[in-house]
């Protein structure tokens, strides 16, 4: 699993660890492909991180 780190990932992290196997966390200002990008959304962050995270861009 991929999460975006924002200010309450605290919470959500707690929420999925015992379900998820690995919890990979995203800065968004350090993951350049959603730090750069034009449009921002959650929709459209959600698809990058999958993408990243099949690609194993860790």
Do not use: C, F, Q
């Not at 730090?35 to 959600?46: N, P």
């Amino acid at each position: 699993m991929a999460m975006e780190a924002s200010y309450n990932w605290p919470y959500y992290y707690r929420a999925v660890e015992d379900a998820a196997e690995n919890i990979i966390l995203a800065h968004p200002l350090r993951t350049r492909i959603i730090g750069e990008a034009k449009i921002k959304t959650d929709k459209i962050d959600l698809k990058v991180l999958a993408y990243m995270l099949r690609a194993d861009m860790k």
